[in-house]
């Protein structure tokens, strides 16, 4: 690398000419690569799945070229594909793998999923009789702001030519390569491998049995390591005999010390028993044990601290009741801290008389029926000043030292980076909805509702052929009655938010050609202008999708998409700025932004646009013969203008003009002009951010639940604990949306007018949680643990798709 770095810019023939050299010195191999399968990989379309596909650059050995590479297959709709695909390479132990995992997008560009870097010099050689296991590597970012997951399982080995002199050959190089410096770029692509030195030796082959309970493996980069299942230790020395007796040694003092907090901890409540002199000694003997048993097992020291704690305050105890003043003695409360007695005066006191400092608190793992949290669930630090502890009950509370006050909530919900943005009441938009609520126009001289019956894998062609076939635009303001084919549900509400739900992922998914995301990096939808293209009836579905819009806003649903900002002003007939593009594609807006702050004769620019369409390019005239007309100072606004125009109004004129006509059947044009765009975005779509403060102000609670009680208090640490999208899913399974209304939690909806969202208590600890989506309601059963609570409701969170009663 420092050979690249100090060679000259137009040097590269020549490095070039010095690789090829550098290869037809250094002896080729045949390696074996076998692409088996990867797991937990990111999710990355829209129906949480992806469709990967792995893809192998063979690098040079200063990795600036690539010499082959190649692809699997994909898999589709999977975070754990399997590929099982074998590829032989010629390759120089110089040269790397640069192993990357992408999610095919037929749409726009692949999205990457992680990748595996493997150096080729220490990689194990296949011979007779020996077993090379696959490796599992952590899939690693190449960047910062790369989101990536999960791991690959891959197996790698030099082929074997069955000769002697290739075997010697081998045995000298990994006898040579026996002292290796560690570094991060060569640790395997992020392989999890034993706790070595940085030197580390490589031993010579012994073929001979394993003392029990001992295993042998291989790292990354093929050097053999060992096993020790009985004290849960690895080493690279191949154990002996009298490793063995160490061994047995060790698990025999590990029993000592677990021995010995059992006993610490039955002599805890007996403060007051005189123990012999000796005792402390025999002890400390003991302690000293057990620090060197956890130094040679890290996971001994992460179960035994808060009992070493414990019992270090008892020793402390029993060796400090020496020394109190007359009438006084010392007692350990329930809760595992210690507090003195003035029998003088009959009082008690946290307080040491003797140091005049309070006692030590407790370890918080000491106090009764303490609920256990996961790593996942670590919702940060506290505010300065604050405390969390624990009622003997197990519930949780709170201490403001800075006020001196409890309280029951925690104080993180006001943290926006942890319960969501707060949102903002908008007593205007209030107004102005109930204006259109009360203007809308009423059915006449139609039936009393509109039944939609449809299946769940046809819904889009189902509720095409029933809606796009009414000629009555009345019967489309009636009362929607939704029934799912095979399932027995009665539609109070629920049913109907779901089919927007539902109806919204297959209408806006870009894989039909109506609709496509304005960027690479951004999710807002816009209209595909060659949606004519990729489907003939395209106007009759935009008027459709206008209708099904018209009914959501007309029937106070949500629709389950955001669209650009300049969609909702073509609907309100306002004029589209410069400003407006700057969320959709702020490439394109920097670039209009310096034409219009500076003079652009010198870019030779033209009247016209060159357009990709479907790999070719072909060029558009923004007016007559613009092509021929070059742009100056002088009309450069008029360029910036029809530039806008030509993004966003002209291409989709026809596709827009179709929307419009739907959504104006159900919901008169004039009334949505009361809207800014702003407001108009929140009226169609809703809330995306969830805000848990709001949503745990606005819950009502039956059945003995109340928002203290610590089945609640666990379920609103599991939602805190949610990311957004999981918190949106828990939502869409208790009310039928994952979208909330423009002013909160408040104005949620049921079946017969506003309804909160409501826990119950229901069921015992056997049922699965459920819900009612007709009365935003929770039936949640009385569970003995956090755990159990939060495995239970994912369960059903994850496993509800179909309805079965009265939603």
């Known amino acids: 690398m420092a050979e690249a770095a100090e060679s000259p810019p137009n040097g590269h023939a020549e490095d070039s000419a010095n690789e090829e050299t550098s290869l037809d010195e250094e002896p080729s191999r045949l390696l074996r690569l076998k692409i088996k399968a990867g797991h937990n990989l990111a999710k990355k379309d829209i129906f949480g799945a992806s469709d990967p596909y792995v893809r192998v650059d063979l690098l040079s050995s200063d990795r600036d070229t690539v010499i082959d590479s190649f692809c699997t297959r994909t898999k589709k709709r999977t975070l754990n594909p399997v590929w099982d695909e074998e590829f032989l390479f010629q390759v120089a132990p110089s040269q790397s793998l640069k192993i990357e995992v992408f999610d095919e997008n037929r749409l726009t560009r692949d999205d990457f999923l992680g990748l595996v870097e493997l150096p080729l010099r220490y990689i194990p050689k296949e011979r007779t009789g020996r077993i090379i296991n696959t490796k599992f590597y952590i899939l690693r970012p190449r960047s910062t702001k790369s989101r990536v997951k999960g791991h690959l399982e891959i197996y790698h080995a030099y082929t074997s ?18 002292w290796e410096m560690v570094n991060a770029e060569e640790g395997g692509g992020g392989e999890e491998s034993p706790t070595s030195p940085i030197t580390v030796p490589t031993p010579p082959s012994n073929h001979s049995s394993l003392p029990p309970g001992w295993e042998e493996r291989q790292d990354a980069n093929g050097r053999t390591y060992y096993v020790n299942h009985a004290a849960r230790t690895t080493q690279w020395e191949r154990p002996t005999g009298a490793t063995q007796v160490v ?37 400390v003997e003991i302690l000293r044990t057990m620090l060197e048993t956890q130094r040679l097992d890290p996971n001994i020291r992460r179960h035994s601290m808060p009992t070493t704690s414990l019992n270090r305050q008892s020793s402390q105890t029993q060796s400090t009741t020496e020394g109190l003043p007359a009438g006084w003695s010392m007692q350990v409360a329930p809760n595992g801290r210690v507090f003195y007695i003035d029998h003088n005066s009959k009082t008690t006191t946290w307080i040491d008389p003797r140091t005049g400092k309070p006692s030590i608190l407790p370890n918080q793992s000491n106090v009764p029926n303490r609920p256990r949290f996961s790593s996942v669930d670590d919702l940060g630090p506290l505010p300065e000043g604050w405390e969390e502890r624990f009622h003997t009950d197990g519930r949780i509370f709170f201490i403001d030292h800075n006020s001196r006050i409890t309280q029951w909530e925690d104080p993180r919900l006001n943290n926006p980076n942890i319960a969501g943005p707060a949102v903002p009441y908008s007593r205007d938009y209030k107004r102005k909805y109930e204006y259109l609520k009360s203007k809308l126009p009423k059915p006449t001289n139609v039936s009393g509702k509109f039944e939609l019956k449809v299946s769940r894998a046809n819904i889009l062609e189902d509720c095409y052929r029933i809606i796009s076939a009414v000629t009555r635009v009345d019967i489309l303001r009636t009362k929607l009655w939704v029934e799912f084919d095979g ?5 109070y509400g629920g049913a109907s938010r779901e089919l927007f739900f539902l109806l919204s992922k297959e209408m806006f998914n870009p894989y039909y050609g109506l609709f496509e995301y304005s960027a690479v990096d951004n999710y807002t939808l816009q209209i595909n202008p060659a949606s004519g293209v990729c489907n003939e009836d395209h106007l009759s579905y935009f008027k459709f999708i206008g209708r099904v819009a018209g009914m959501a806003v ?7 998409s955001f ?14 700025s410069l400003k407006d593009m700057e969320s959709v594609d702020s490439e394109y807006y920097n670039s209009l932004l310096w034409i219009m702050e500076n003079d652009p004769a010198d870019l030779d620019l033209r009247f016209s646009i060159d357009e990709d369409l479907f790999g070719q390019m072909q060029q558009r005239d923004l007016k007559p013969n613009g092509s021929e007309i070059p742009v100056t100072q002088e009309n450069k606004n008029e360029y910036i203008n029809l530039v806008i125009q030509w993004r966003f109004v002209s291409r989709i004129e026809q596709q827009m003009n179709a929307f419009l006509e739907g959504f104006g059947e159900v919901v008169p044009m004039h009334l949505i002009k ?9 009226l169609m779509c809703g809330i995306g951010k969830i805000d848990v403060k709001d949503w745990k102000q606005n819950t009502v609670y039956k059945g003995s639940y109340h928002a203290n009680h610590i089945v609640i208090q666990w379920f ?12 949106a899913r828990l939502l869409q399974f208790v009310t039928g949306t994952s979208r909330v209304p423009m002013n909160g939690f408040k104005e949620l909806y049921g079946s017969n007018g506003p309804q909160l969202f409501t826990i119950e208590k229901w069921g015992t600890t056997d049922n699965l949680p459920r819900s009612h989506t007709c009365f935003n309601r929770l039936d949640l059963p009385p569970y003995d643990s956090y755990q159990e609570l939060r495995d239970r409701l994912i369960k059903a969170i994850e496993g509800s798709e179909t309805f079965g009663g009265v939603d």
């Open 554 to 560: 007309y029937h106070g649903k949500l629709l389950d």
């Open 247 to 283: 061994e047995e040694a060790q698990q025999r003092s590990l029993e000592s010390a677990q021995e010995f907090r059992r006993r610490v901890h039955i002599s805890v409540d007996n403060t007051d028993d005189s123990l012999p002199d000796h005792q402390p000694r025999d002890n």
């Open 487 to 491: 399932e027995e549900v009665l539609d």
């Open 716 to 727: 609103w640490r599991m939602v805190m604990s949610f990311s957004n999208e999981m918190r």
């Open 563 to 576: 669209f650009i900002r300049p969609f909702y002003k073509m609907m309100l007939g306002k004029p589209i």
């Open 161 to 178: 030519t069955g000769t002697s002199e290739d075997d010697d050959n081998t045995s000298q190089q990994e006898t040579e390569a026996g």
């Open 674 to 682: 009361l809207f800014d765009e702003n407001e108009l975005e929140l």
